[in-house]
């Protein structure tokens, strides 16, 4: 009887033992194909997640939706949106954090024979924008266009809105005169041929905002934050050596390949470029600045995309370094 003991004891310790070593667990809703799996894969196959204290646990999720459905109602403790959404949240009371993820954006792409050269020549053209009327790569274009060119992009062109995958064939296809679309369509657009018009990051520096403000980024709740500050403070640190390895290891992008989707070489180069182009620096992020980027956002997208958010909540931005 007592030997027995002994051995459930010493299983139920080493069971303990190997719970512990492998941290705790942290589950991450995301896109099923969304390209921060590509971070997430790196953490996982380097083992960045048990090295920094917590055990990573990917959720794939059919749309952004769904995981935020899913980290709402407690059955996710991470997923992937913008800042904006975050001071959205916070503004109507919901202690949510975001961590840096990424600084790239898209742009507008128009066809290599177009004879679009700036935006003012895209007046009366039919432009296909991925994201809908409050996407925010549209609504910082519209006040570039205003301010640089006196055009008011919304009156003056026709436009067709659809997922981003619709709008990549729409524009390859030249169904659509230009084309507005997350980064890495945006990079395939222009492996197969298409010619960039302008970068969003470049007319957002025009506006005088700060094209280093990472835009996307990991959710979290204060609430964890508070009771399990060491897993979050890991996941940081984790993601941040992952993007190191992926700034600096071509032989790390091979390996990942067959995640990501890529039909030519020249496809595979321009997101991994887009990839790197996209990792933000290492530092806190500039309040300041991105206050300026929501003040514009709540000028444009009202309280459709801003809700109650009219300044930058205190406590968006997680500031336990990543």
């Given at each position: 009887?007592?030997?027995?003991?002994?051995?459930?004891?010493?299983?139920?310790?080493?069971?303990?033992?190997?719970?512990?070593?492998?941290?705790?667990?942290?589950?991450?809703?995301?896109?099923?194909?969304?390209?921060?799996?590509?971070?997430?894969?790196?953490?996982?196959?380097?083992?960045?997640?048990?090295?920094?204290?917590?055990?990573?646990?990917?959720?794939?999720?059919?749309?952004?939706?769904?995981?935020?459905?899913?980290?709402?109602?407690?059955?996710?403790?991470?997923?992937?949106?913008?800042?904006?959404?975050?001071?959205?949240?916070?503004?109507?009371?919901?202690?949510?954090?975001?961590?840096?993820?990424?600084?790239?954006?898209?742009?507008?792409?128009?066809?290599?024979?177009s004879p679009a050269q700036s935006l003012a020549d895209l007046k009366g053209a039919k432009v296909g924008i991925a994201g809908g009327?409050?996407?925010?790569?549209?609504?910082?274009?519209?006040?570039?266009?205003?301010?640089?060119?006196?055009?008011?992009?919304?009156?003056?062109?026709?436009?067709?809105?659809?997922?981003?995958?619709?709008?990549?064939?729409?524009?390859?296809?030249?169904?659509?005169?230009?084309?507005?679309?997350?980064?890495?369509?945006?990079?395939?657009?222009?492996?197969?041929?298409?010619?960039?018009?302008?970068?969003?990051?470049?007319?957002?520096?025009?506006?005088?905002?700060?094209?280093?403000?990472?835009?996307?980024?990991?959710?979290?709740?204060?609430?964890?934050?508070?009771?399990?500050?060491?897993?979050?403070?890991?996941?940081?640190?984790?993601?941040?050596?992952?993007?190191?390895?992926?700034?600096?290891?071509?032989?790390?992008?091979?390996?990942?390949?067959?995640?990501?989707?890529?039909?030519?070489?020249?496809?595979?180069?321009?997101?991994?470029?887009?990839?790197?182009?996209?990792?933000?620096?290492?530092?806190?992020?500039?309040?300041?600045?991105?206050?300026?980027?929501?003040?514009?956002?709540?000028?444009?997208?009202?309280?459709?995309?801003?809700?109650?958010?009219?300044?930058?909540?205190?406590?968006?931005?997680?500031?336990?370094?990543?």
């Amino acid at each position: 009887m007592a030997k027995r003991l002994l051995c459930a004891l010493l299983l139920f310790f080493s069971m303990l033992s190997l719970a512990w070593a492998d941290g705790a667990p942290l589950r991450v809703a995301v896109l099923k194909f969304g390209t921060v799996n590509w971070e997430l894969d790196t953490i996982k196959h380097h083992k960045l997640d048990a090295e920094n204290g917590f055990s990573l646990q990917v959720q794939g999720m059919a749309g952004g939706s769904a995981a935020k459905v899913a980290f709402q109602g407690g059955e996710a403790d991470v997923i992937v949106s913008d800042w904006l959404w975050v001071a959205r949240q916070r503004a109507a009371g919901k202690d949510y954090v975001f961590i840096p993820y990424s600084k790239a954006v898209g742009g507008v792409l128009v066809g290599k024979d177009s004879p679009a050269q700036s935006l003012a020549d895209l007046k009366g053209a039919k432009v296909g924008i991925a994201g809908g009327p409050l996407d925010k790569s549209w609504l910082i274009l519209r006040a570039y266009a205003e301010q640089s060119a006196g055009l008011d992009l919304a009156q003056q062109t026709e436009q067709v809105y659809g997922a981003p995958p619709l709008i990549f064939k729409s524009a390859v296809s030249g169904d659509v005169d230009a084309a507005i679309n997350f980064w890495h369509f945006m990079a395939k657009m222009e492996a197969s041929g298409m010619r960039k018009l302008i970068d969003i990051a470049d007319a957002a520096k025009a506006l005088g905002l700060d094209p280093e403000t990472p835009l996307l980024g990991y959710v979290v709740k204060g609430e964890m934050l508070r009771d399990n500050p060491d897993a979050i403070k890991g996941f940081a640190m984790a993601s941040r050596a992952a993007k190191k390895i992926l700034a600096n290891d071509d032989t790390e992008w091979d390996r990942l390949r067959p995640r990501m989707n890529a039909k030519t070489d020249a496809q595979f180069d321009a997101l991994k470029a887009g990839f790197r182009a996209g990792i933000p620096a290492n530092r806190p992020i500039d309040k300041e600045a991105a206050n300026r980027m929501l003040k514009l956002m709540v000028r444009l997208g009202g309280e459709k995309l801003l809700g109650q958010a009219k300044e930058l909540p205190d406590g968006t931005f997680f500031m336990g370094g990543n």
